[in-house]
């Protein structure tokens, strides 16, 4: 990169201490990267900081590392209680946010980590119109008290090797088409893991660890054109993956191949005590032009114990879920080749009919888990 559009903050004033307010200096670099389409660099340290705003085709960059529990590398921390978001990309076309730890410090409400707001989705006639393609990339966001990652009216997107973890929200909230979201951790959040209540379309989701979030691993009302792929879901307290209608508008033509759920619908975070059918590893009603085959489900509960001597496992908490798949209103869609090997403690397949034309639900091999008599897949 050259010189003149790579900016340090710490050439601007911000100082690495975690205590001092560096808001104006990291936003005047970040000014100053706006003249110039250029990266604002963030050292290794940690940044006390509210919100900022990014502008089109510039960088936020620093060196990521962090670990599953902790942050690290180049970190900026929340200090404002009433800031809206900590990196605000909305109009930021082509901006890329590389590197980094976020860290809202669980303060005030739904402020969120990374967030693109806009009050309605830009017109594709228009002759300026513009993809957003925001890359978010190789970033720990989390303790947010809103959602990790924010996306409202977004038009293209990729978040790849990120982990969003322990927030209030969302780990991912979706309102908008046309993303990737590739080989990231969406970890211990207080709603979701993924989330897409409103409009959603055309998002890839492939090798993604979704994994104790509160409510369902992975969520879509309405959506369409998805390809969730490889990824693992572990101990949702809802469904584990979910396609759902939203209002009138059912979800379509997407696939659900390779994935590996364990353990969702976890009862101690109650989602299932205002419908129990949340209690299942894939729900999907209404759904148009689907296709579902090659996923593994299996019951269990929570763990303690060693990786390295099976004799020491314990588990602890309670069983989930009741049910493997739930499916309901189908049309021109394929349930077939999945397995659900102890996957649930009432009934593997629950078809709830309504189905219209071209549905196939067929050979998805199971059993019932029986606690104190099933052996329990243990893993560690």
Known sequence: MCADRDFDIRNFGAVADGKTDCTVAIQNALDAAGQVQGTVYVPHGEFACSGLKMHPRTGLRGDPAWTFKLYGGSALKLIDPDARCMVDITDAIGATVHGLCLNGSNLGKHIHGVMLSRPEFPSVQEPTAQEDTPRIERCKIGHFSGNGIHLEWVWCFSIRHCMSFANGGDGIWLKGCDGFVLDNWLSCNARAGFAAREHNAAVTMMGNRIEWNRQAGILSLGGSNYNVTSNYVDRAGGAGIRFSRRGQTPPGMSTLTGNVIWRSGNPDWGCKDDDPYESCHIRLEGAHGFAVTSNSMNAAKDYRGSMNSATEFEGRGEYSPDYGMVLQGLTNTVVRDNVLHQAALKECVV??????????????????????????????
Do not use: A, C, R, W
């Not at 078809?351 to 893993?379: A, Y």
């Open 351 to 380: 078809d709830l009919g309504g189905h219209g034309e071209g549905v196939i639900i067929k050979d998805n091999p199971g059993s019932i888990f029986v606690p104190g008599v099933t052996p329990e897949t243990l893993m560690y």
